[in-house]
């Protein structure tokens, strides 16, 4: 009977563990909202998070789309093949980059690049305590490291997803014209005609809370994180981790919300 009852009640137990840590990972959001929108307000701050989450992941986000998007014409250039649908190219390429892929691959991006960047940083701060000397200082952790970083990332993540369904449709358009012999006036006039308002309006609210997600799951563990470098390399892991699984799971809802028939 306790070999029976023993796997369920660990199941039960991390069940609620994992309750539990949502719980407070949601509290933590809330609290960094309200200090976003109270003073006092550090603009140099925000600054520096922008130029840390959004310019310098552009060239990472937009290699990744390049490519995606060309490997993603030639999969439906061979596919389409099968059934003589090749044609479908550019309006496929174009749905897949903006209500899926574009969005889903650059949250992974940010997630890999900016959450591991942000909770090994705050962790640091955290293992060196110069977070305590911040207190001592009458700043506020939250104000200062972690709304800034928040806030950035839901300014920034929205407009590297554009960039990125961009860069993705070119790539498509590259591989279709110079290697798939798709005329380039009808390949861009088929994107155009076949893209809604909704695909782009769901891939930029996707990106937004990605970053969201993204930012506050780094700033979360880097100021929960243990002692000495085993609790940052532990900090940056469990970010990376519970970012992306939290990426796919939205990602999942939105696209429900948006396009449920």
């Known amino acids: 009977m306790t070999l029976i009852l023993s796997p369920l009640a660990a199941l039960g137990r991390n069940t609620l563990a994992a309750l539990a840590m949502l719980g407070r990972i949601t509290l933590f959001a809330l ?36 490519f995606t998007g060309g490997a993603l014409a030639l999969q439906i250039y061979s596919g389409g093949a099968r059934f003589n649908a090749e044609a479908v190219v ?6 897949g980059m903006v209500r899926e ?41 939250m104000k200062y490291l972690v709304a800034p970083r928040v806030l950035a990332a839901l300014i920034t993540v929205p407009l590297l997803v554009g960039v990125g369904d961009i860069i993705g449709i070119l790539g498509g358009y590259t591989v279709g014209v110079q290697n798939l012999g798709f005329n380039a006036a009808t390949y861009i006039q088929n994107t155009v005609n076949f893209l809604e308002p909704l695909d782009v309006i769901s891939s930029l609210v996707k990106g937004a809370v990605f970053g969201v997600i993204a930012a506050v799951m780094g700033c979360y563990y880097g ?39």
């Open 101 to 141: 892929l574009g969005p889903v691959l650059v949250g992974l991006m940010i997630a890999a690049r900016v959450t591991s960047s942000i909770a090994a940083e705050i962790a640091t701060m955290k293992v060196t305590e110069q977070i305590d000397a911040l207190v001592t200082l009458s700043t506020h952790p």
């Open 31 to 66: 609290s960094t909202f309200s200090h976003i929108l109270r003073p006092p307000y550090y603009p140099r701050e925000v600054f520096n998070a922008l130029m840390q989450v959004g310019w310098l992941s552009l060239p990472v986000v937009g290699l990744t789309a390049i």
């Open 90 to 95: 550019p309006q496929i390429v174009a749905i």
């Open 223 to 261: 100021m929960n994180s243990g002692r000495g470098a085993q609790g940052v390399g532990r900090a940056t892991k469990g970010s990376v981790q519970a970012a992306a699984i939290l990426i796919l799971a939205a990602n999942f809802l939105l696209t429900g919300v948006f396009f449920s028939v």
